[in-house]
């Protein structure tokens, strides 16, 4: 599902100032179910199915890590098997996904309304929440690489009686017009990507000035043993960062970071657009 109010922020040219139109196919309440929109910039079609408008046709995995969520099953396991308790193992704190959603919320500051972006939603499990939390107050779209976490994540959010958008693109290209958004979340995902820098200026780019971006990832380990298992786990394309790296990552993007908030291994950043 996409809602069509949104279409008008889609570009496959960024430089184009027309959003994508809706081509055919059938709509409720204001979301497209399925059917095509359109790019008048390129002439280019987009299929909307399986619940979210789907902006690149094509494969798209850039490395194994990333693969591992094209699997068959990974979709309706990922929530169940590891992100349910994911924070708590790795923090060794009682660390819930409500307690995760509310400081996220309250980090990009979901409560003052708008647009907003979950960066590499997986099966949505912010995207959901904060699409209920945000009501009639604003949208939230949730973007993903992998198609089968996008379907699961449609299925998610029809369960809980939420209706975000979501939309399959590469965070490193993102199909989004420039000022698209009043604040954008990411959770675990810069780890994951290829270029964190690329997709950090994409998300300068499509954030208003004054728009907020809050990631939730993990840092380079400090521990011998913790050092070797990510030097494993990089060689699948995962990466780990220092403090100080991300901070830099962040304001070569054209971001202005706040002091980074961690428990233990997990980071929470936080930075705002500039002009
Ligand atoms: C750690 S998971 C995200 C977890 C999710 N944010 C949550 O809170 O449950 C990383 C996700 O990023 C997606 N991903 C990896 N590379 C991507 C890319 N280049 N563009 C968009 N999504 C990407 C993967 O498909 C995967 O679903």
Redesign the pocket.
Same mark, same amino acid.
């Given at each position: 599902m996409f809602k069509k109010d949104l279409l008008s922020l889609m570009r496959d040219d960024p430089k184009d100032d027309r959003g994508f139109a809706f081509f055919q196919g059938t709509e409720e309440n204001g979301m497209i179910r399925r059917g095509k929109v359109r790019s008048p910039a390129t002439g280019k079609t987009y299929a909307v199915k399986n619940g979210y408008l789907d902006a690149m046709g094509g494969l798209?995995?850039?490395n194994i890590a990333?693969l591992s969520?094209f699997l068959p099953g990974a979709g309706r396991l990922?929530?169940p098997l590891w992100?349910i308790n994911s924070l708590s193992l790795l923090t060794g704190e009682k660390f819930t996904n409500e307690r995760e959603i509310r400081l996220m919320a309250s980090l990009v500051r979901l409560d003052e309304g708008g647009v907003f972006l979950? &960066? !590499?939603?997986?099966?949505g499990?912010?995207t959901r929440h904060m699409a209920n939390r945000l009501g009639e107050d604003g949208e939230m779209v949730g973007?993903?690489?992998?198609p089968g976490?996008l379907k699961e994540a449609a299925r998610r959010a029809r369960r809980v009686r939420a209706r975000p958008s979501f939309v399959r693109?590469?965070?490193?290209d993102l199909p989004f017009a420039d000022f698209a958004f009043d604040g954008i979340v990411?959770?675990?995902?810069l780890?994951? &990507? !290829?270029d964190p820098a690329r997709?950090l200026s994409e998300a300068c780019r499509v954030l208003r000035p004054g728009g907020r971006v809050a990631i939730?990832g993990i840092l380079e380990a400090e521990s011998t043993w913790g050092g070797y298992s990510q030097k494993f786990l990089s060689t699948g394309g995962v990466q780990f960062f220092a403090p100080e790296e991300l901070q830099e990552l962040l304001t070569g993007a054209g971001l202005a970071p706040d002091p980074l908030l961690n428990h233990g291994p997990v980071f929470f950043a936080t930075a705002t657009r500039q002009g």
């Open positions: 798209g995995a850039d990333n969520n990922y929530e992100r979950d &960066l !590499g939603c997986s099966a499990l912010y973007l993903d690489i992998a976490m693109a590469d965070a490193h990411c959770g675990g995902t780890n994951e &990507l !290829g997709a939730m």
